[in-house]
């Protein structure tokens, strides 16, 4: 059952800049990988150690999830790098500063115990902004990046202006000459020759995620996609957005208020 959270070929690989692991600050571990692989700080399993200025990468088939010391929890898609540029302990389970630089492919954020203000997350295309947030973020090979939230909200800005998220299942699309995209709900056709389950692997459930990283989110529709059933006209698929509440006369209605 464990196996099938995760693919079996995995690879992360952790780059220090400059220094090696080892001497660099910890600032959180690693919650489960398949396969230890090493890298320049060695190999890698859970319960192991992650530092400041390290890159984490994963395969082409790898996923991995991660907790840093203030609660904040990251899952990382196939092909993906990411790097802890900063993260300044405030002490008391909180970060002053955490920032993450997230060069390509695919990663779910759920934030911790720290003050959204701590957070931002930075990508070919612009800042991320968190306030108190879970979503995910795809970043392609020519640096569009794409954010569709699951929860809380987020605000996006590049150098022609700021988009905020605040809607479960919206997402925008954000590319490098600072264009943002307004929020719409998520489709299977995402306009950047990928489709929304390459994209966001998490949601359609084509990468798993350990306990506690699932965001208690869904987007309706997204879970269906599968990598052999991708030939109908995207003009004529629906949005996807958030499943709509049952009736209170249901009796089969147990769906929780949103927090």
Not at 157 to 183: E, H, M, N
Not at 188 to 193: T, W
Not at 219 to 226: E, P, R, S, T, V
Request: aromatic share 6%; hydrophobic share 35%.
């Amino acid at each position: 059952m464990a196996r099938n959270l995760f693919s079996l070929a995995f690879a992360v690989v952790l780059a220090t800049l400059p220094s090696a692991a080892g001497s660099a600050e910890r600032v959180g571990e690693v919650v489960r990988v398949s396969i230890q692989v090493s890298g320049q700080a060695g190999a890698l399993g859970k319960g192991d150690p992650i530092h400041r200025d390290e890159r984490i990468r994963s395969n082409a088939s790898g996923t991995g999830a991660f907790v840093l010391q203030d609660g904040t929890k990251l899952a990382l898609g196939p092909n993906s790098s990411i790097l802890i540029d900063q993260f300044v302990y405030r002490g008391g389970a909180k970060a002053e500063k955490l920032v993450i630089d997230a060069t390509k492919g695919t990663f779910r954020w759920i934030s911790g115990n720290s003050d959204s203000s701590a957070y931002q997350i930075r990508t070919p295309s612009g800042a991320l902004s968190v306030r108190g947030t879970a979503f995910d973020v795809y970043i392609g090979a020519d640096g569009v990046t794409a954010v569709a939230l699951l929860n809380g909200s987020a605000e996006f800005c590049g150098r022609q202006g700021c988009v905020r998220l605040t809607r479960r299942c919206d997402f925008l699309l954000a590319r490098p000459d600072g264009s943002i995209t307004k929020p719409r709900g998520v489709v299977r056709d995402l306009g950047i020759n990928r489709r929304a389950g390459d994209v966001f692997p998490f949601l359609t459930g084509q990468a798993g995620l350990p306990h506690g990283f699932k965001a208690s989110s869904n987007c309706a529709g997204l879970g269906d996609i599968a990598p052999g059933n991708r030939g109908s006209d995207p003009r004529k698929e629906p949005t996807l957005r958030a499943p709509p509440p049952k009736s209170p006369n249901d009796p089969g209605n147990s769906i929780q208020s949103p927090r």
